[in-house]
């Protein structure tokens, strides 16, 4: 027996670095505005099945990008969207969703805050980075993107479902 855990040994650690980096769990909004020193920067996630999300989500992302700042001047932040509630943000969806639009062009103008949404879950719907208006980022994939903020050592912060948010 213990000839047969002396070989698997090696074959399992391997298994485990090629698995890649571990995912660091979402920190919450009160926990980074309680760090002394700020991380080197902070993405903020929205995935949700309710398509009118980033009615209440918008609002608070920018309400917390500002909290941050105060915080943490120069914190470097992004926005990924890549559920329901990224294909609000389409060109063609400007006029029903004015505040939306407004909010996502202000946090990249003016907050420089680059907003994503996701190509593949976009390009399923028959969606092409074309259908989204300048001042959003079309990302090959939501996830991916964020994984790229990740590897920068940026935290994930995971934006309250719409349905919570709305009983706050």
Known sequence: MTSLLNRLLPLWIALLALSGPAVAAPATLDELLARPVAPPGVVFEIVDRDPGALEVA??????????????????????????????????????????????????????????????????????????????????????????????LDYVRLVVPRSAMLKTR
Not at 69 to 74: F, Y
Request: aromatic share 6%; hydrophobic share 40%.
């Open 58 to 151: 918008l609002p608070w992302v920018k309400q917390a990008a500002q909290r941050l700042k105060a915080r943490h001047p120069g914190l470097p932040m992004a926005l990924v969207t890549h559920g329901q509630e990224m294909f609000a943000l389409q060109t063609g969806q400007r006029a029903g969703n004015q505040a939306i639009h407004q909010i996502a062009e202000s946090l990249s103008r003016d907050d420089g805050i680059p907003v994503h949404v996701c190509e593949t879950y976009a390009g399923r719907r028959g969606l092409a980075a074309e259908d989204f208006p300048a001042y959003i980022d079309v990302a090959p994939t939501g996830p991916t993107q964020i994984r790229n903020y990740e590897a």
